[in-house]
């Protein structure tokens, strides 16, 4: 028999705790699902990450976020606030449990009456849990964010190249190793920064002729451009990437240039 929950919400990021916890001040049950664990983006960001945002307005549910050094928050410390925001209100989160279906109920013409139909997989390593299950909800709380997909730029070989990442690692993985970094915004402009000092060579491909500084941060630009003026960074301005390939990356430039349209630059 399938199961009627009053409220689903779907995520377990910073909106989908802080629905919970003001739902539970409520009195009002929902059942919480996520497909990774809590805070699934911050999972994968590089360690050390800072938010650009300072810990006032990254606060939830009235709890204060207190960062070690009363500086902007890394994503260690958000992380950790989460879980213990999680359990100050002891929200029933179901982590590893997946939305895999929705669908709307069309008979649904009492105000009381299940409006949606889903369809939920948990990871196979759920202890005693079916892989599989539908559930009735009279309302669904989607709080899934809009970063768990890459934006994807359209290159040949961008999705089927294991050495093309659309996320920052650790960037201790990236000693010594040539990388190349497409774009010109805080999170390029971070990265670049971030992985020269670890040991990277690092190039970067921005299809503008230079850095907007209304859109980097204002402690990030002079940093990146010091760099670039004394060849650290290597800046490749007013191209785009054409092709990826074991090794190499080919540019387009965007304007005419007496040496080509296209070049290559190491990419490992």
Known sequence: ??????????GAGPIGI??????????????????????????WWAPGTKFFSSPER?????????????????????????????????????????????????????????????????????????????VLAKNLILATGNMDLPRLIGVKGETTTPWVSHYLKDP?????????????????????????????KVALSYRQSRFDPERIKYWLLPELEWLIEKGRIVFHPETIPEHFEPGATTLKRLRPHPEGETFKTASD
């Not at 028999?1 to 779907?10: A, G, H, L, P």
């Not at 190349?180 to 971030?194: D, F, H, P, T, Y």
């Open 172 to 200: 201790h993985h990236y000693y010594g190793k040539s990388v190349l970094i497409v774009g010109g915004k805080n999170s390029a402009v971070e990265a670049a920064i971030r992985l020269y000092r670890v040991g990277a």
């Open 18 to 43: 802080e629905t919970a916890a003001l739902l539970k001040r409520r009195g009002l049950h929902a059942r919480h699902i996520d497909a990774g664990p809590i805070a699934a983006t911050l999972d």
């Open 1 to 10: 028999m399938e199961k009627t929950e009053n409220i689903v919400i779907v």
């Open 58 to 134: 990254l606060e939830i549910a009235g709890v204060p976020l207190v960062t070690r050094d009363q500086e902007k928050a890394t994503r260690e410390e958000y992380m950790a606030y989460l879980r213990a925001v999680a359990a100050q209100f002891k929200l029933p989160i179901e982590t590893y449990t997946k939305l895999v279906d929705a669908e709307r109920i069309e008979d649904s013409n009492t105000p009381d009456a299940p409006r949606f139909r889903l369809k939920l997989r948990r990871e196979p390593s759920t202890p005693g849990a079916h892989p599989t299950e539908t």
